[in-house]
């Protein structure tokens, strides 16, 4: 999506990037999974004019994050269990004047899948995402239904309809 007439030799954009990230998987069966992941993330953004001295816009954004997960697998079935959590604390600067900002994501989720008659596969579940972002706030049970049938082993069909709250970009 270039567009040549809106183009800038003089713009420059700098983006720093640290994430540091630990996972746990414990295995109590061998149908039975629990998932853990911890995450922080410190992100800089810079962008400049170098016509202009002082710097346009800089973010500065530092993340931790953390999620779970259960899985149980079964013959026919199987479902998926988990929460997540993230709070971004932004520093945001635009041509000098700053301002703070607090992003927070909670969500959790539950999903079944259930294999009948054998090729297909149905999905159903719920999760209930929770986003604030400084007066912003959104909280909203997303529904999630779907279906694989499996043709042949080359050839998988499949439909879905879901809603979601999305998370903030630095967590992505």
């Given at each position: 999506?270039?567009d040549?007439?809106?183009?800038?030799r003089?713009?420059?954009?700098?983006?720093d990037q640290?994430?540091?990230?630990?996972?746990?998987?414990?295995?109590?069966?061998?149908?039975?999974?629990?998932?853990?992941s911890?995450?922080y993330?410190?992100?800089?953004?810079?962008s400049?004019?170098?016509?202009?001295p002082a710097?346009?816009i800089?973010?500065k954004?530092?993340?931790?994050?953390?999620?779970g997960?259960?899985i149980?697998r079964?013959?026919?079935?199987?479902?998926?269990?988990?929460?997540g959590y993230?709070?971004v604390?932004?520093?945001?600067?635009?041509l000098?004047?700053?301002?703070?900002q607090?992003?927070t994501d909670?969500s959790?989720?539950?999903?079944?899948?259930?294999?009948?008659?054998?090729?297909?596969t149905w999905?159903?579940?719920?999760?209930?995402g929770?986003?604030?972002?400084n007066?912003?706030k959104?909280?909203?049970?997303?529904?999630?239904?779907?279906?694989?049938?499996?043709?042949?082993?080359d050839?998988?069909?499949?439909?879905?309809?879901?809603?979601?709250v999305?998370?903030?970009l630095v967590?992505?």
């Open positions: 999506n270039f040549p007439d809106n183009f800038s003089t713009f420059r954009r700098d983006v640290d994430t540091y990230r630990v996972g746990l998987r414990y295995s109590p069966a061998p149908s039975s999974d629990f998932l853990l911890l995450s993330a410190y992100l800089e953004d810079a400049q004019d170098k016509n202009i710097p346009i800089e973010t954004d530092e993340a931790p994050q953390g999620e997960q259960y149980y079964g013959d026919r079935f199987n479902v998926t269990t988990g929460f993230s709070d604390d932004r520093n945001f600067a635009d000098g004047q700053s301002n703070d607090e992003i909670t959790g989720y539950v999903y079944g899948n259930l294999n009948l008659p054998d090729p297909v999905t159903a579940g719920i999760s209930y929770r986003f604030e972002h007066a912003l959104v909280d909203k049970p997303n529904p999630k239904f779907g279906v694989q049938w499996r043709v042949t082993d050839l998988v069909l499949r439909r879905a309809a879901f809603r979601i999305k998370r903030a967590n992505n």
